[in-house]
Each structure stands twice: as structure tokens, then as C-alpha cells.
């Protein structure tokens, strides 16, 4: 059973630039789409990005032009680079086995997740 460990997140400036990292183990992640998912608060968890074993992509709306996902099945992690960050953006990052089309998660059992906080 694959699981993950995310880290990277932090406070940032409207604008500023954090890169996520989602670092798997427990078996291989090679065969397996992975996506990012968020939760600000009072909101309910939402998908983020996904990107397929294949390299497929998708993005949420309010991401696309914004942030890039990319894996590297070497190193076993998932990344997030999120640039030109907005105050919306302020949530907590999870990622997870997720199907890409549609954007949706797999588990039910999420990890602790790294906190974005963008704020001036």
C-alpha cells in the first residue's frame, strides 16, 4: 500500500513561488496516477492536479498557467511547482493515488499534508 509524505509548503507573498513535494513509499508508484488535492478552511477537499503513470496531466481551473506537476518515479516524488500564488491558494496540500479524468481521489486514508498559507 503506497504512502505519502508531503512537504514544502510554507508562507509566501501574493505572487510568490512554493514547490511541493509528495514523497511515496510502501510500494512503487510507478503504475499509479498521483494527485494533488487541497483543503482551505470550511471548504471541502478539492482536486488540484493529477498527473498519470504516462505523464498525463490535468489541472483545475483555477490552477491552469499557475502550477506544474511532475513526478519522478526515480525519486519515488510527485511535485508541485506553484507560482504567482494568490491568497485563495491558502490551504492544505495532500497528495494521493487519484484517478486524472476526471480530477478524483482514490484513498480515504490522507496524510498529514503541508500547509500554503499566501498572505501579505
Known amino acids: 500500500q503506497l504512502q505519502f509524505v508531503e512537504s514544502g509548503g510554507g508562507l509566501v507573498q501574493p505572487g510568490g513561488s512554493l514547490r511541493l513535494s509528495c514523497a511515496a513509499s510502501?510500494?512503487?508508484?510507478?503504475?499509479?496516477?498521483i494527485g494533488w488535492f487541497r483543503q482551505a478552511p470550511g471548504k471541502e477537499r478539492e482536486g488540484v492536479s493529477c498527473?498519470?503513470?504516462?505523464?498525463?496531466?490535468n489541472y483545475a481551473d483555477s490552477v491552469k498557467g499557475r502550477f506544474t506537476i511532475s513526478r519522478d518515479n526515480a525519486k519515488s516524488t510527485v511535485y508541485l511547482q506553484m507560482n504567482s500564488l494568490k491568497p485563495e491558494d491558502t490551504a492544505v496540500y495532500y497528495c494521493?493515488?487519484?484517478?486524472?479524468?476526471?480530477?478524483?481521489?482514490?484513498?480515504?486514508?490522507w496524510g498529514q499534508g503541508t500547509q500554503v498559507t499566501v498572505s501579505s
Open positions: 510502501g510500494d512503487t508508484m510507478d503504475y499509479h496516477a
Open positions: 494521493a493515488v487519484a484517478f486524472c479524468f476526471p480530477l478524483l481521489s482514490r484513498t480515504e486514508n
Open positions: 498527473i498519470s503513470s504516462g505523464g498525463n496531466i
